[in-house]
């Protein structure tokens, strides 16, 4: 696949990269991880209020934690694969580097985040000439100049790592370690996005714990100040003596030394993996953070877990300390509120970033008619869904209903009297289809057109524009195509149809596998624009995913089916708003822009948010500094600080 916004297409998070097009990992704000001051007894403290969401409090040291999950990851390179399941092992070898929390940003082994309020950034003002290649700010697209181009602005940012950083084998972790994992990132060779790789001029050591980037002219990125490359051990040797610096690109997502036990820099390191049974990690003894007490814990053993009722079961008999969302949903919330009533467990319900979402179809590719380019129709079916009742019966009553791109807890979410909001309004809906001309006229309980009605598109950029003609006499008959085998999904779209039904809309449900739903056009159902409605779910990061919605990113072959867009929606007054909110640089100055977007977003309805999942982890009781956070997707971030509030034996 090519797209380049994360994608969960199942529970299962069928994802590719990070929202707003970000090939490294995310960070937060602007104070060090906050620390213990003193190694901790064999006695638990009582913890101390801290407003830092990096702080945590002691615990007993020693013991063995059990960490129960139904998948197993297929490779332990982070540059290799985006399975969560391996995001929880990977958090127990490897720092940060930086952590997006609470949708927003913390350095973890950088002395600060590097911007241009605290000098760590500066921006100068340059020029190109003819040939020269700059990123052209209301495209938001690298061009290559045809004459002089002035008063480009040019970044560049200073990132210094924290001393004392140190291999599992006693090397120092080097500034050299993180400009190779910058290579092996901007490899061709190596399946990760190119967006920022190719919008970089410079990436360099200047000294063992001092980068510099260099962004292209013209590419002011909103979130420079995380653009740096978690280190990768370049000196590692794999069987036949060969360092990695060494192994071609293609080669090194091969090698089990570097997929199966890369070295260490974190908490722990690996010792250990049976295929098909666990992964055992044990304390890394040249831990940065030894002198704090950390880790906690001696072993760390993720175990594979056949089934959800399996791994409820085992957290209930104590075999297992931890269930992680790679095992537990909602689907097991009856058993998992009865465990922890019994005090056998204790749950945690996180509103995550994955939100769901049904999208219309608005220039359909195949032969279907194309009724969701009708604002009137999508708007319908926004007051004709109980969003409400998907929260209560499917989501338990955990979240919330979505109306935007970014819940209402993003520092994005707009004033409330800013957006248009659906409520659920039976009346309202079918009012707006009968004005629309769709009516009952044989009292079969599904509309049809009365006459001959157009929906104007636009398709592009330059405000072109293309009537969609719905045939008088057409069915308002439609089909939802969503994920096969997802019982969430699979709830939701009944509880939808039968909406439909309410209003006179025939939805037929067609669940399909994730190769066909999400393959690449033309021959994929959605980025093959071979739809009428669509459901899955986008994840929203600390940058607020307007992106997703830009004419440019509309699948076609133009663009190789490269888009996410795939509903076909083109809005340039969207699409300018938006890109001036991402170029621009201080939030507080983008944040009206970011408003006026969501504005024309939620006016428009291209698609219909519905609800951001809920994340569902259950721990034993005595288990503490267990912080799952919405913004972080895996909620082993922090595993360097779980512990036991009493001292357990290792085992």
């Known amino acids: 696949m090519k797209r380049t916004a994360t994608l969960l297409g ?8 990070a929202i707003g097009c970000k090939s490294e990992a995310p960070a937060p704000a602007e104070e060090p991880t906050a620390a213990v001051e003193s190694l901790p007894s064999e006695e638990p403290v009582a913890e101390t209020a801290s407003a830092d969401p990096m702080a945590f409090k002691p615990a007993a040291k020693g013991g063995t934690l059990v960490v129960g999950q139904t998948q197993e990851p297929e490779t332990l390179y982070s540059l290799g694969g985006s399975m969560l399941a391996a995001s929880h092992v990977l958090n127990g070898i490897y720092d940060g580097p930086i952590e997006g929390m609470d949708y927003d940003f913390q350095p973890v082994i950088l002395e600060s985040l590097p911007k241009l309020e605290n000098e760590g950034a500066t921006m100068e003002m340059v020029s190109v000439e003819a040939g020269q290649q700059y990123v052209d700010a209301e495209k938001q697209e690298v061009v290559t100049a045809t004459a002089k181009v002035d008063n480009l602005p040019q970044l560049m940012v200073t990132f210094k790592m924290k001393p004392g950083l140190k291999w599992q084998d006693g090397t120092p972790v080097t500034a050299a370690d993180s400009v190779f994992a910058q290579k092996l990132t901007c490899d061709p060779d190596t399946a990760t996005s190119k967006y920022t790789c190719e919008r970089t001029t410079k990436y360099e050591a200047v000294d063992d714990v001092t980068v510099v980037w260099q962004g292209m002219p013209g590419f002011t990125d909103q979130t420079y100040f995380t653009n740096f490359y978690s280190p990768l051990p370049r000196h590692q040797t794999n069987a036949a003596g060969v360092k990695m610096e060494e192994v071609p690109a293609a080669d090194i997502s091969k090698d089990e030394t570097f997929t199966r036990k890369p070295l260490s820099f974190g908490p722990f390191q690996i010792e250990e993996w049976v295929a098909g049974e666990s992964i055992k990690l044990v304390r890394n003894e040249n831990y940065w953070r030894a002198s ?14 056949p089934d ?18 790679t095992g537990l949903d909602l689907d097991q919330f009856d058993a998992l509120t009865e465990a922890e009533t019994a005090g056998e467990i204790v749950n945690h319900f996180v509103v995550g970033t994955a939100w769901e979402h049904i999208d219309f179809n608005h220039q359909p590719l195949d032969d279907s008619p194309a009724v969701g380019a009708c604002k009137e129709f999508r708007q319908a079916v926004g007051y004709g869904t109980d969003r409400q009742a998907m929260v209560d019966t499917i989501q338990k009553g955990k979240t919330k209903v979505q109306d935007t791109l970014v819940p209402d807890t993003h520092w994005a979410f707009p004033p409330a009297d800013t957006l248009t909001t659906y409520g659920y309004d039976v009346a309202k809906a079918q009012g707006l289809l009968e004005g629309l001309g769709f009516t009952d006229s044989d009292a079969d309980g599904i509309r049809e057109a009365s006459k001959d009605i157009t929906c104007t598109v636009t398709t592009g950029l330059d405000g072109a524009t293309k009537d969609q003609v719905i045939k008088q006499g057409t069915k308002l008959e439609m089909t939802l195509n969503t994920t096969k085998g997802n019982k969430m999904r699979e709830d939701a779209t009944l509880l939808f149809q039968a909406n439909m039904k309410d209003i006179g809309v025939g939805i037929n449900l067609e669940y399909q596998e994730g190769a066909v739903l999400f393959g690449d056009g033309p021959d994929g159902t959605l980025y093959g624009r071979k739809f009428d409605l669509g459901q899955f779910a986008w994840l929203t990061g600390v940058q607020p995913p307007t992106s997703l919605y830009w004419c440019s990113e509309i699948p076609s072959e133009e663009n190789s089916w490269a888009g996410q867009n795939e509903t076909g929606w083109c809005n340039p007054d969207y699409d300018q708003v938006a890109k001036q909110a991402d170029n621009t640089l201080k939030r507080a100055e983008a944040l009206p822009m970011y408003h006026e977007a969501q504005k024309m977003f939620t006016d428009n309805l291209p698609v219909l948010p519905l609800f951001a999942r809920v994340k569902v982890m259950a721990t034993a009781p005595d288990l503490v500094n267990v912080n799952p956070n919405p913004t972080v997707n895996s909620e082993t971030w922090n595993i360097e600080s779980w512990g036991y509030a009493e001292a357990r034996p290792t085992q």
Not at 10 to 17: C, E, I, P, R
Not at 308 to 325: F, I, N, R, Y
């Open 10 to 17: 199942s529970l299962s998070l069928v994802a590719l990269l």
């Open 292 to 305: 704090e007490g950390l880790p906690f814990l001696d072993e760390v053993i993720f175990k594979i877990i």
């Open 308 to 325: 959800s009722a399996s791994l409820v079961a085992a957290m209930k008999s104590g075999e297992v300390d931890v269930g992680t969302q």
